[in-house]
């Protein structure tokens, strides 16, 4: 694996602590798929390609186990860990729950501000096709609809559903054009549900629209 070159598409360096460094450098690289689950982390492979040692690299598999994006095994090393179909079903039924929740106190407090907010994504949302920023571009959508929720804990959580789940659904979502589509179109729907202050079909809306994605697990995943 060239950890160098993963390490060029992240952030500078600058202004990061070194584990905190080597953590985006692996993360950005599980959560893309260039690190694919069940692959071993060598330490010292990593160490010698970013020019590290050893203890940022291990503070930062440990933090990538916190997310459960890497299973530290004892006496053999690190991998990337990898979800099978249940365990993708139930993060998804746990991400809607945290979901619709928010949803549910973010609704009444929405301004003017937000929908044009909302807008603005969705426009761009129907212009951009290419992979990686129409998944970063659903990932906002989702993040401005609950953000007046005013919840820390769970903006953290989906966070971490996010890294977890996109990298299984990424083929079968964001690159195919027709599921694209179909995915504007609940936006679409549930924004305006949010602007006419209906919270019942918003979230019941939101709830089927993040439950329909199971759908697009792929078939190699058991």
């Known amino acids: 694996m060239d950890y160098k070159a993963l390490a060029a598409n992240v952030e500078n360096r600058e202004g990061f602590g070194t584990q905190e460094w080597v953590y985006r450098v692996l993360r950005a690289g599980i959560v893309n798929g260039a690190l694919p689950g069940g692959m071993q982390l060598k330490q010292d492979e990593i160490s010698a390609a970013l020019n590290v040692s050893h203890i940022p690299v291990r503070e930062a598999l440990r933090q990538l186990e916190a997310q459960q994006l890497v299973t530290i095994h004892a006496n053999r090393g690190a991998t990337v860990t990898e979800l099978s179909r249940e365990m993708l079903i139930n993060t998804m039924q746990v991400r809607a729950a945290i979901s619709v929740a928010m949803l549910a106190i973010a609704v009444p407090h929405m301004t003017e501000e937000d929908f044009a907010e909302l807008d603005r994504i969705l426009e761009e949302e129907r212009h951009t096709s290419e992979l990686i ?48 589509e179909l995915s504007v179109a609940e936006h679409e729907k549930i924004l305006a549900a949010c602007k006419a202050r209906n919270v019942d079909e918003a979230v019941r809306l939101l709830q089927a629209h993040i439950m329909d994605a199971a759908a697009l697990i792929p078939e190699n995943v058991r």
């Open 133 to 180: 920023a129409s998944e970063n571009i659903n990932i906002h959508f989702h993040e401005v609809l609950i953000q007046k929720a005013n919840n820390p804990v769970a903006d953290m959580l989906m966070e971490i559903i996010h890294a977890n789940i996109d990298r299984y659904l990424r083929t079968g979502f964001y690159s195919d054009a027709a599921e694209r």
